[in-house]
T-cell receptor
């Protein structure tokens, strides 16, 4: 079975600074997807960034980028130029690529990020 | 366009009662997912539909939980004989198709409290 571990329950960062959130996962699959989702107090999960395991290049979306280390099964999220609106719970998630389980997200426990003015 | 909507936003019930939670996916999305999020935890997968059929219900905790999607759009999660341990936020998501290339869009969830 796949597992996702986020070892940092809480993080804080000063506005405009950079912060990195950690995630490790365990799987025997070779093809899969990894995601970071953001959940603000409104509860609505929002996709931040996606990485396909077969791609060696790290995904980037504006101020958000990942460091994907497939051999180490590590998938960290870097947020540059942090903004107050980045304050939220962040979840790392895994999805198998094939079979009828394609689509099922497996989430980590979350990291609560606070951006301080 | 409209996002995923869930009703009610909050539901308080008594132990042993029956509850229904509704999810309206984004129009045209064929895949629909239910997750349960306990306090301080990440969401846990319950069931997913491709069209009208449940393609994977491996996450349903026991036979008190049941979900339907009769016309391939709206879905209802049904919980019989509720227990205090069922208290959680129930999240629904939809995507154009199943798989990792199509983004899962989440609704705001229904917070269920069982007294």
């Amino acid at each position: 079975a796949q597992t996702v571990t986020q070892s940092q329950p809480e993080m804080s960062v000063q506005e405009a600074e950079t912060v990195t959130l950690s995630c490790t996962y365990d799987t025997s699959e070779n093809n899969y997807y990894l995601f970071w989702y953001k959940q603000p107090p409104s509860r609505q999960m929002i996709l931040v960034i996606r990485q396909e395991a077969y791609k060696q290049q790290n995904a980037t979306e504006n101020r958000f980028s990942v460091n994907f280390q497939k051999a180490a099964k590590s998938f960290s999220l870097k947020i540059s130029d942090s903004q107050l609106g980045d304050t939220a719970m962040y979840f790392c998630a895994f999805m198998k690529q094939r079979g009828n389980q394609g689509g099922k997200l497996i989430f980590g426990q979350g990291t609560e990020l606070s951006v301080k003015p | 366009g409209a996002g995923v909507s869930q009703t009610p936003s909050n539901k308080v019930t008594e132990k042993g009662k029956y509850v229904e939670l509704r999810c309206d996916p984004i129009s045209g999305h064929t895949a629909l997912y239910w997750y349960r999020q306990s306090l301080g935890q990440g969401p846990e997968f319950l069931i997913y539909f491709q069209g009208t059929g449940a393609a994977d219900d491996s996450g349903l905790p026991n036979d008190r939980f049941f979900a339907v999607r009769p016309e391939g759009s709206v879905s209802t999660l049904k919980i019989q004989r509720t227990e205090r341990g069922d208290s959680a936020v129930y999240l629904c998501a939809s995507s154009l198709r199943r798989g990792g290339t199509d983004t899962q869009y989440f609704g705001p969830g229904t917070r269920l409290t069982v007294l």
